[in-house]
Each structure stands twice: as C-alpha cells, then as structure tokens.
C-alpha cells in the first residue's frame, strides 16, 4: 500500500542530521570521498537506487526513507547517505530537511568540493540566492580550481552586476567544463548585459541545444534578437520563457512592448495583462504599460480579446488577489468603450478589497455616465471619498451628484436627461 505524505514527512524529519527552480542540481551530486566515509556495498546499492529513482523523477517513498535512516544510524560518518537523504528530501519540495543534510555533509568532506556545491545549487533553487555570496566567495577560496564553483561565482557576479568579475570566471568555467547545466545561459546574460548580442545569442543557444526550455537561455535568446530587430523571431523565445516564468515582470514587459511593436496583440493581452497583475500596487501603475494594453483591446476583436482576459483572470493567481490590478483591467476596457466589462472588474476589484476606493469612484462613473442610475453611482461616491487618492477629488463629485438629485424636479437639465435616457424616478 503506498504511504502517505505526512508519514515520509515525520520520516524525514526524524533524520540523523540540506540550490531551487532557476537551476539544476550540480553535475555530480553525490561526492567521491573525502573526510567522510564510504558505505558498505549493500548501502551503496540501495544509495544508488534511491538515487536514479530521484533522478527519474520519482519521488521517494516512505520505505526509501526508512532505509536512508537506517544507513544513517548505521554509518553517521557517511557523506554520500546525507547528500542522498538531501536530494530524497528536496524531492519531496522539503527545503529545510534537504538544506540539513547537505549541511551536514560539507561538515564531513571539507576536502570534497561536491557536498559544498550541491548544498549552493540547493539554496539558489530555493530562491535563497541572494544570500549565498559570502558563501560562493568562501567556496571559490578553498577550491579556487574548481569549474562549478567557478560557474557559481560568475552567475552571482552577473546577478551584482560586477561583469569583469564574471567574464574571468564563467570563461574559467567554459574552459574546464562548457556543459555545467545554465552554463551557456549565465555566459549569454553576460554578453546581453554588454551589448554583444551576437555572442548572447551564439551562447544562448549552446544551451538550447541541450536543454530546449531553459527559461533563461530562451529569454537572452529572444532580447538578443529583439536588439537586431528580429521581433518577430525574438517573440517565440520570448514566449516560451514566459510560460514557465509569468510573473517575471522583466519578462513580460519586455514581450508585451515586443509585441506591440511588430503588432502581435494577441501576444501583446497576456504578456501586458500578467506584467500588471504583478506590479500594480494602490501607488504605482506604468501608464506606459497600460496604454499598450489599451492599444491592443482596440486592435483585437472584442470577444478574441475577452476570451484571452477572461482566461488569464481565471488562472492567473495575481490577478484574483490584486484589485487594483483589476480596476485599472477595467479602466482599460472603458477606454475602448467595452463599459459592461469594464463594470464587472470594477466590481471584481471591490470584492477583493470593498474599501478600494478608485475602484469605487470608477464603478460610481459607470453608474452615472452610463447606467444613469444615480442613486447607486452617489453611494459609490460616498465610500470612495473616504479612501480615494485625494487627486480625484471624489468630494466634488459626490457634493455635486447630492446637490443635484436634491433639486431634481426643478432641474432642467435632468429632467430633459431623464426624458432621453427613459430613467424615472
């Protein structure tokens, strides 16, 4: 019967003694030797299995956890059983458990640069990047000679921006060993960030050839071509990196204004839609961003143009979360005049958030101006007055509404509006 997750949970946490989307396991990830010692056979055969069944893919079991623990119990000193245990429990999406073991086996090999690798990729992978430079710093001191620590020092230079730092080790790396998994990709960001877009590109596609959907392989690949005026080209590169990283706003941007210029705007809706759902706050929106978006809903065919946006709504988390993302979605359909759709975000994003007050001043002018239903476009105004930027000066337009609705039947002008719109009262 197989197991359940909480029991190899416990399992794991019951261990003796742990880098994680942006990039692989290191080459060689179990270590040779060094201060810590090698298993005996039979612990080395069930290593090795448990090993190529992660490696396939295949998450470990309960009873794989049994039987890490019971080596670990039997040969605590044993490097390869922690970096296995590590790689089982990193499989498992259990950072914290992996991140233990890999500790533990760098403690055991100080004279094997692998367990201190495998235990920086597993940090980088877990989005703990940033704070791995003292660490990459001290790894390059101990084992200066080595090809993925040197690989590992030129990707955090790139990342700080220091590029003759970078170019010295990513070219030490190509040199000693071109096929480190992202290799080529952090040697192309290098080239992008210099303005060799012909090397950018040549690298880039070195590691395309082994790794077809490396995200950002196919992200330098497609700004390479975008700076030669290859959009067209440039978009599909673009694309595919998006798919795996969509709420990567550099990303996005970039495809959304791609695709704008060479007049793509069925790329250009998903692309401007996710770049805003991720960087719209009640501070800030890139009204750049955002008339790009508008350009598009004008140059697509309206129910095209609605499909893609309700798609991404629906499956895009940032955008069910965000109502400011949601209201400027919706000022954006009124622009082009779609002001039933526009309505319904307005309301969206008043769900989300019933004190957003420019989502209820937005929804209060659709009641005014287009449903003529004044009495609920003035209490829109009435809650939006108390949380709306002060810009908008949402008092004038609730005092000015009141004002009005009070002398209703003595007012010309609304009642000639009344008699065109058919609205009584």
């Not at 703990?128 to 990459?136: D, E, K, L, N, Y």
């Not at 065919?301 to 979360?321: E, G, R, Y």
């Not at 939006?384 to 337009?397: N, Q």
Request: charged fraction near 20%.
């Amino acid at each position: 019967m197989k197991k359940s997750l909480p029991l190899i949970v416990m399992a794991v946490a019951c261990l003796s003694a742990p880098l994680t989307a942006n990039l692989p396991a290191s080459a060689s990830r179990t270590p040779a030797g060094g201060m810590g010692t090698a298993g005996s056979s039979t612990s080395e055969q069930t290593l090795s299995r448990i090993e190529a069944l992660i490696d396939k893919g295949e998450p470990p079991t309960e009873k794989d956890f049994d039987e890490l623990n019971a080596i670990l119990q039997r040969e605590p000193q044993n490097t390869r059983a922690h970096m296995v245990t590590g790689m089982a429990a990193e499989a498992l999406k259990l950072p914290e458990q992996a991140m233990e073991q890999y500790d533990e086996a760098v403690k055991l090999s100080p004279n094997d640069p692998k367990p201190l690798v495998d235990l920086l990729f597993s940090r980088i992978r877990a989005g703990q990047g940033a704070s791995c430079t003292g660490m990459i710093a001290m790894a390059r001191k101990r084992f200066p000679h080595d090809p993925e620590i040197a690989f590992l020092t030129g990707w955090d230079a790139v990342n700080h921006k220091t590029l003759v730092k970078a170019q010295i080790a990513l070219t030490e790396a190509l040199k000693e060993k071109p096929d480190i998994p992202w290799l080529n990709a952090t040697y192309a960001d290098l080239m992008l960030i210099e303005g060799g877009y012909n090397n950018a590109y040549k690298y880039a596609k070195r590691e395309l050839a082994k790794s077809p959907n490396n995200p950002k392989a196919n992200y330098v690949a497609g700004m390479a071509l975008a700076h030669q005026g290859r959009f067209a080209d440039a978009i599909a590169y673009l694309g595919k990196s998006a798919i795996t990283q969509p709420q990567n706003s550099e990303l996005t941007g970039n495809l959304a204004r791609i695709s704008n210029w060479a007049g793509q705007y069925d790329k250009v809706l998903p692309a401007a839609l996710a770049y805003l759902s991720v960087t719209v706050s009640a501070y800030t929106v890139d009204p750049q961003m955002k008339a790009i978006l508008v350009d598009a809903l004008r140059h697509t065919k309206k129910a095209q143009a609605m499909k893609i946006v309700d798609d991404f709504v629906l499956h895009f988390p940032a955008a069910t979360s965000n109502a400011y993302f949601q209201n400027v979605l919706g000022e954006a359909l009124a622009e082009v005049g779609w002001h039933q759709e526009a309505r319904e975000r307005f309301k969206d994003a008043i769900k989300i958030q019933p004190n957003c007050g420019i989502a209820q001043f937005n929804l209060g002018r659709d009641y005014e101006l287009n449903q003529h239903d004044y009495a609920a476009a003035l209490a829109c105004y009435r809650i939006a007055k108390l949380t709306a930027p002060s810009e908008l000066h949402v008092s004038d337009y609730a005092e000015r509404l009141e004002e009005r609705l009070s002398n209703r039947n003595q007012d010309l002008a609304w009642q000639l509006r009344d008699w065109m719109t058919g609205n009584k009262h």
